[in-house]
């Protein structure tokens, strides 16, 4: 990439084809952390590419009511564009997305998007070391490097329920709320209890007439301790720096002490689960509901949710919890395990995303393998950021780089920062392609496994999201401290990829 160079940009509307050196796909917090590092390395010919007409991600398609974060606001930003007057500890989801639209205003990178560009496929081209990028409005960007950050949380997960096709009223997943839709005295059927559930449920409960929420398993919740942030906090932040680093590192290294109970210490979880249970029996006085909710696998094997409102609300006379999976839908009504078909106005469904499969674009690397063939046994990547067998291309938050105890936000910029400066190296070494080796991407993954066998998201007794059906793999999550991942990225080395320094006529 030529650096500070944007003089290869060249679009033709008429042509509706584009040249640049870099695409993103995807204007969420990874698409555009790494716009961002590459703009302010210099690197200006690129494009985000968004299928929606609005910036985002997951916190523009999440809106559903009470729709929050369960990491810290200080946390829950990009170190360099820091936000000081967050209004609370645990920010909603419009200041999120606010701060997001302000950041890339701010940054300039809005009229770097191109809003309502679906990418259908992205296909290397080894003779001119190329991608060469379609969108569904049937545009074409050629570029030199292809970055895929479409995020995890992207595609609604709606598990099948027999009869459902039959259903007259309203049917929509937490992700796709239907905000025209009146919940007023209407009985509400909820079909799952993770971490959208438990935010949404108790937003809604004092509108609707009734509420039956269909468990399928009872998860860990920790009391959330949400608090307006004071003028004084908001001061200090804005004006003093150091304050406002200080306040970021400590809840920073307050979450980062959590990561060895779910990695390989089950005792440092034993305090934690302690504090679960006491939650609890403190919240939920009558022991058959108390049953109802209790877990029966260790904690953390599944996402660990915090609310403080979750056990409250479904002790509302209003509200009731059916244990297990639907058993039948009829025009008008719901049957849950317990065979009581119940009459249901509105079905909500709050079953969380299609994780192993969410990049559903068709992406063909060398030699005309498909990523999808690729990953056919699994998702899997080096540092979650390469793949072998596809040259310049990286994706953000890819396999086994999310987060299950700190903010999601320092692995993005540590994987941004770490292809901004392989992207430095190659400009170095006058390198045009590089590719992670396979030897390398395997005795990685091999590590991984390794290490994940010791976590409690493989041995607590549980099945997640975060576990591939097909092997069993977790391929989702990081086994090991956030600082961890930082070292391992915090510096290129060139020998972990197949490079190529001739760069052919184009």
Known sequence: MAK????ILVEDQTCKTAEVEAIIV??????????ALLDRAGYTSFRILESHDELGGTWRDNNYPGCGCDIPSP??????????DWNRLFASQPEILEYLQDFAASRRLTDRIRFNERVDSAVWHEDRRLWVTTTRAGHIYLSRFLIVAVGALHHPLMPPMPGLEDFRGPVFHSAQWRHDVDLHGKKVAVIGTGASAIQ?????????????????????????????LEPRYKFLSRWVPAYRWY???RLFWIHEKRAPGFVHDPVAMEKTAALARSYLERQV??????????????IGCKRLLISSHWYRTLQRENISVVNGSVRKVTATTVTGSDGIERDTDIIIYGTGFDIQNSVRIDIVGRDGVRLEDAW???NEAFLGTAVAGFPNMFTMVGPNSALGHNSQVFMIESQARYIVSLLKRMHRRGVDTVEVRTDVQRRFNSWLDGRMSHTVWQRGGCRSYYQDARSGRNTVLWPDTSI???????????????TDSIRPNR
């Open 484 to 498: 961890a991942f930082w070292k391992r990225t915090r510096r290129v080395d060139l020998g972990d990829f197949a």
């Open 247 to 249: 306040q970021r590192a």
């Open 26 to 35: 995807g204007s969420g917090f990874s698409g555009l952390g790494i716009a």
């Open 75 to 84: 946390l829950y930003s990009y170190s360099f564009a820091q936000k000081p």
């Open 4 to 7: 500070a160079d944007s003089s």
């Open 285 to 298: 006085p009558d022991p058959v509901l108390r049953a109802q909710l209790t877990p029966d696998y260790e």
């Open 376 to 378: 056919k046994n699994g």
């Open 200 to 228: 949404f449920v108790p937003a809604i409960a004092g509108d609707v007439a009734e509420m039956t929420v269909y468990q399928r398993t009872a998860p860990w919740i920790l009391p959330k301790a949400d608090r307006e």
